[in-house]
Nanobody, 124 residues
Framework: QAQLVESGGGSVQAGGSLTLSCAASGYLFSSPCMGWFRQAPGKEREGVAQIAADGSTGYAGSVKDRFIISRENAKNSLILQMNSLKPEDTAMYYC??????????????????WGQGTQVTVSS
């Protein structure tokens, strides 16, 4: 069964870095569009970054220039390198795949396959 499994979350102080990985099994790594989303307690799920099959990327304004999304083809993994972390980055982070090409905006409703999430906590 195709699935997405996130790892790499944890606790870090503000200004630190973390790298999240999402192992994609089955056909999911071949998805035209893959992305990272996050959800903080009491808030709606929001898009963080996405990457298309051709390598083009898109980022939410709040993480641009701090986060980097990439694909590690040899390991069928989606990567999110997070730098200069802030307390407001604290959330559950989810990997997702879309069966169609990336759209300009990062909308959770456009993604049909999801991982179980990995927690990121940034302390001040």
């Amino acid at each position: 069964q195709a699935q997405l499994v996130e790892s790499g979350g944890g606790s870090v102080q503000a200004g630190g870095s973390l790298t999240l990985s999402c192992a994609a099994s089955g056909y999911l790594f071949s998805s035209p569009c893959m992305g990272w989303f996050r959800q903080a307690p009491g808030k709606e799920r929001e898009g963080v970054a996405q990457i298309a099959a051709d390598g083009s990327t898109g980022y939410a304004g709040s993480v641009k220039d701090r986060f980097i999304i990439s694909r590690e083809n040899a390991k069928n993994s989606l990567i999110l390198q997070m730098n200069s972390l802030k307390p407001e980055d604290t959330a559950m982070y989810y990997c997702a795949a879309r069966s169609r090409w990336c759209r300009d905006h990062l909308a959770p409703a456009d993604f049909g396959s999801w991982g179980q999430g990995t927690q990121v906590t940034v302390s001040s």
